[in-house]
């Protein structure tokens, strides 16, 4: 007997149901917001760094899924290597052999990583955390693991342990034995290594949330630290790792810098199959798997996938071929410059920050009365509700999607597509140049979508 499935035809006969049925059967507040900010829309198909509607007009991507779309949408060599995997009927997942793309994919993946040896294929970013979180308790024998304020490793319950935003964290306690440090604070951290049962430092090169990086010199004094209390550093590379910073990884941006762990992800699916990875030194893996009765003492049941293995080897593939990072270098130096020029031009605009196409444009209390009686009238209540309002127009009236960098922060975090190009970049400069020129006019649209936001903020207190 065939069965038969028309993926075509169902998405043809339901897919006008998109927003019905996430609110009736997934998260209803999802929905929700998107109504409440303009956000609804209906895209049709997508390419590279841009989406389309059903009328054909192009939307451009500077949020790629959160960093995942790094090569941006069906990049062409990834979509065959996926064609390629699916047609070979490979014995996948059998779990008593070794199958070669495992292999494969972690060999060109240490070769951009000097100075680590060893690979554990997951599926996500926060997997990624949490293997390096385990493997660093069981490789130092000490159960406490030290995080950086503000930082953002995961949703799942241990790498939630080290999340530093404690809206996420609320009411899903009791957490792992972590703590905070601030970002740069070499004495907090000696002071918590002192105690004698730090496993490692887990931080983002620089931080997702904010945009904000660490200080020139604090990761190799942090290494050093760490070292002489027998306690590991971990890079948690999964946004900011595979280019996005204008190197392979952001903390080679510091010489002498080598992690006994990294984690990595989103990016390396090349958009298509969830993939993260966790790597190590040798002695950190020997250690967790110090015997044959330790052989599955760590493993995911997916890890290590053909398709995301294919996805992977296709993704580094291109990076090499096309160039991938030296790219991200002069595109990002152009979209920073650029950026950083209007400064002087807009007293909203108090700093843009950021390495290679990772970059936060941050706004701050206006100087002339009238701004700034609008300015206090949003933060109080809600602080985030300005950099919303420059999301909004990005999207509804030039066709731009960008997002805010964290929950009240006045903050917009620019992650594209490791593939825009020059006309983008000037598309959304001067994009964001005109809702900068409506927002000091002092009227216009935005400042009445400031007051909808306000009403929202208040009913929902």
Same mark, same amino acid.
């Given at each position: 007997?065939?069965?038969?499935?028309?993926?075509?035809?169902? /998405?043809?006969?339901?897919?006008?149901?998109?927003?019905?049925?996430?609110?009736? *059967?997934?998260?209803?507040?999802?929905?929700?917001?998107?109504?409440?900010?303009?956000?609804? $829309?209906?895209?049709?198909?997508?390419?590279?760094?841009?989406?389309?509607?059903?009328?054909?007009?192009?939307?451009?991507?500077?949020?790629?899924?959160?960093?995942?779309?790094?090569?941006?949408?069906?990049?062409?060599?990834?979509? $065959?290597?996926?064609?390629?995997?699916?047609?070979?009927?490979?014995?996948?997942?059998?779990?008593?052999?070794?199958?070669?793309?495992?292999?494969?994919?972690?060999?060109?993946?240490?070769?951009?990583?000097? *100075?680590?040896?060893?690979?554990?294929?997951?599926?996500?970013?926060?997997?990624?955390?949490?293997?390096?979180?385990?493997?660093?308790?069981?490789?130092?024998?000490?159960?406490?693991?030290?995080?950086?304020?503000?930082?953002?490793?995961?949703?799942?319950?241990?790498?939630?342990?080290?999340?530093?935003?404690?809206?996420?964290?609320?009411?899903?306690?009791?957490?792992?034995?972590?703590?905070?440090?601030?970002?740069?604070?070499?004495?907090?951290?000696?002071?918590?290594?002192? $105690?004698?049962?730090?496993?490692?430092?887990?931080?983002?090169?620089?931080?997702?949330?904010?945009?904000?990086?660490?200080?020139?010199?604090? %990761?190799?004094?942090?290494?050093?630290? /760490?070292?002489?209390?027998?306690?590991?550093?971990?890079?948690?590379?999964?946004?900011?790792?595979?280019?996005?910073?204008?190197?392979?990884?952001?903390?080679?941006?510091?010489?002498?810098?080598?992690?006994? %762990?990294?984690?990595?992800?989103?990016?390396?699916?090349?958009?298509?199959?969830?993939?993260?990875?966790?790597?190590?030194?040798?002695?950190?893996?020997?250690?967790?798997?110090?015997?044959?009765?330790?052989?599955?003492?760590?493993?995911?049941?997916?890890?290590?996938?053909?398709?995301?293995?294919?996805?992977?080897?296709?993704?580094?593939?291109?990076?090499?071929?096309?160039?991938?990072?030296?790219?991200?270098?002069?595109?990002?130096? %152009?979209?920073?410059?650029?950026?950083?020029?209007?400064?002087?031009?807009?007293?909203?605009?108090?700093?843009?920050?950021?390495?290679?196409?990772?970059?936060?444009?941050?706004?701050?209390?206006?100087?002339?009365? $009238? /701004?700034?009686?609008?300015?206090?009238? %949003?933060?109080?209540?809600?602080?985030?509700?300005?950099?919303?309002?420059?999301?909004?127009?990005?999207?509804?009236?030039?066709?731009?999607?960008?997002?805010?960098?964290?929950?009240?922060?006045?903050?917009?975090?620019?992650?594209?597509?490791?593939?825009?190009?020059?006309?983008?970049?000037?598309?959304?400069?001067?994009?964001?140049?005109?809702?900068?020129?409506?927002?000091?006019?002092?009227?216009?649209?935005?400042?009445?979508?400031?007051?909808?936001?306000?009403?929202?903020?208040?009913?929902?207190?």
């Amino acid at each position: 007997m065939t069965t038969e499935f028309d993926l075509g035809a169902l /998405l043809a006969e339901r897919g006008a149901e998109r927003y019905e049925l996430h609110a009736k *059967h997934l998260n209803p507040q999802l929905p929700r917001m998107l109504h409440t900010i303009g956000f609804d $829309k209906v895209y049709e198909r997508a390419e590279g760094a841009h989406f389309f509607d059903a009328d054909g007009n192009d939307y451009l991507d500077m949020l790629a899924g959160f960093g995942v779309m790094g090569l941006g949408r069906h990049h062409p060599v990834v979509r $065959k290597a996926l064609h390629d995997v699916l047609d070979l009927d490979l014995a996948d997942l059998t779990r008593f052999d070794c199958q070669p793309l495992p292999g494969l994919l972690a060999e060109r993946l240490l070769a951009h990583s000097p *100075h680590l040896d060893r690979v554990f294929f997951g599926n996500s970013g926060t997997e990624a955390v949490e293997t390096a979180l385990k493997f660093a308790r069981y490789a130092t024998g000490k159960p406490r693991v030290l995080y950086c304020d503000h930082a953002f490793h995961g949703l799942t319950t241990g790498s939630l342990s080290v999340n530093g935003e404690d809206g996420f964290r609320d009411g899903f306690a009791p957490l792992l034995p972590d703590t905070a440090v601030p970002l740069g604070d070499l004495d907090a951290l000696a002071r918590e290594l002192k $105690k004698g049962d730090v496993a490692a430092l887990i931080v983002e090169p620089i931080q997702g949330k904010g945009v904000h990086e660490a200080p020139p010199g604090y %990761l190799r004094a942090a290494q050093e630290l /760490l070292h002489q209390h027998k306690a590991l550093l971990i890079a948690d590379e999964v946004q900011t790792g595979l280019g996005r910073t204008g190197d392979f990884y952001a903390y080679q941006h510091e010489d002498g810098v080598e992690p006994d %762990l990294v984690c990595v992800a989103k990016a390396l699916s090349g958009g298509y199959v969830p993939v993260g990875a966790t790597l190590g030194k040798e002695w950190i893996f020997k250690k967790v798997y110090s015997s044959m009765d330790r052989v599955l003492v760590h493993s995911a049941s997916f890890g290590s996938n053909a398709q995301a293995m294919a996805c992977g080897l296709a993704v580094l593939s291109v990076m090499e071929n096309e160039q991938i990072v030296a790219g991200v270098r002069r595109t990002g130096e %152009l979209l920073k410059s650029r950026l950083t020029a209007l400064i002087d031009r807009y007293e909203l605009l108090a700093d843009v920050r950021g390495r290679g196409l990772m970059i936060g444009i941050e706004f701050g209390k206006p100087s002339s009365l $009238k /701004l700034r009686g609008r300015w206090t009238m %949003l933060q109080a209540a809600r602080k985030g509700l300005f950099a919303q309002m420059v999301v909004v127009p990005l999207l509804q009236k030039h066709r731009i999607l960008t997002q805010v960098s964290g929950d009240h922060l006045e903050v917009i975090k620019l992650i594209p597509p490791l593939v825009v190009d020059e006309a983008d970049v000037e598309r959304f400069v001067d994009a964001f140049t005109a809702v900068m020129d409506d927002a000091h006019s002092g009227g216009g649209l935005m400042w009445d979508f400031g007051k909808t936001l306000i009403k929202q903020a208040v009913a929902n207190r």
